[in-house]
T-cell receptor, first 109, second 114 residues
Framework: RKEVEQDPGPFNVPEGATVAFNCTYS??????FFWYRQDCRKEPKLLMS???SGNEDGRFTAQLNRASQYISLLIRDSKLSDSATYLC??????????FGTGTSLTVIP | EAGVTQFPSHSVIEKGQTVTLRCDPI?????LYWYRRVMGKEIKFLLH????????ESGMPNNRFLAERTGGTYSTLKVQPAELEDSGVYFC????????????FGPGTRLTVT
């Protein structure tokens, strides 16, 4: 069973739309949670950490549900520049990252 | 401040040959990680250095892979002999000792074994 599961998409949405990505993780002992963004043929870059109380950064909102082992990312008012692959990342007791396969987003003009 | 750099950006080698990948972490980052993405799969952890010591090498696929970080600065990952299934993108990441979870990734080395 994979550590982290994501819907690969692709998600194709018009500019201005709201889109939500979900991710589940298998290890109930997981400790830290992140969303990374990866542009085509580039390195992953940290988008935001995910906290138990939920957190917001501009148009981006991340939620964590430990009971259901579920993480979400909501993007409001989508921009063309949001087109990328969004990677769900989970850590357990060590520092190693467990990645999902990523969800592809294309924002259409 | 310079980010994580990796060399080469691309490498094409034949099965059975040897390849050495290099990673230069951000200055002051004691933590250095190697990851690999095989086509169609998720990015997977290979190993973690703290300074020059291997903290966790549980993700190394087999003994054809050898990682070193002599002096605790840059790291190398050698694949010898390379097999077809070693093809993929090898990412290096580093993090500051005070914030190990904020990992900064390098641009990756795209390895193709033919």
């Amino acid at each position: 069973r994979k550590e982290v599961e994501q819907d690969p998409g692709p998600f194709n949405v018009p500019e201005g739309a709201t889109v939500a990505f979900n991710c589940t993780y298998s290890n109930s002992a997981s400790q830290s949670f992140f969303w990374y963004r990866q542009d085509c043929r580039k390195e992953p870059k940290l988008l935001m950490s995910v906290y138990s109380s939920g957190n917001e950064d501009g148009r981006f909102t991340a939620q964590l549900n430990r009971a259901s082992q579920y993480i979400s990312l909501l993007i409001r008012d989508s921009k063309l520049s949001d087109s990328a692959t969004y990677l769900c990342v989970v850590t357990s007791t060590g520092n190693q990252f467990y990645f999902g396969t990523g969800t592809s987003l294309t924002v259409i003009p | 401040e310079a980010g994580v750099t990796q060399f080469p950006s691309h490498s094409v080698i034949e099965k059975g040959q040897t390849v050495t990948l290099r990673c230069d972490p951000i200055s002051g980052h004691d933590n250095l990680y190697w990851y690999r993405r095989v086509m169609g799969k998720e990015i997977k952890f290979l190993l973690h250095f703290v300074k020059e010591s291997k903290q966790d090498e549980s993700g190394m696929p087999n003994n054809r892979f050898l990682a070193e970080r002599t002096g605790g600065t840059y790291s190398t990952l050698k694949v010898q002999p390379a097999e077809l299934e070693d093809s993929g993108v090898y990412f290096c990441a580093s993090s500051h000792p005070g914030d190990p979870y904020e990992q900064y990734f390098g641009p990756g080395t795209r390895l193709t074994v033919t």
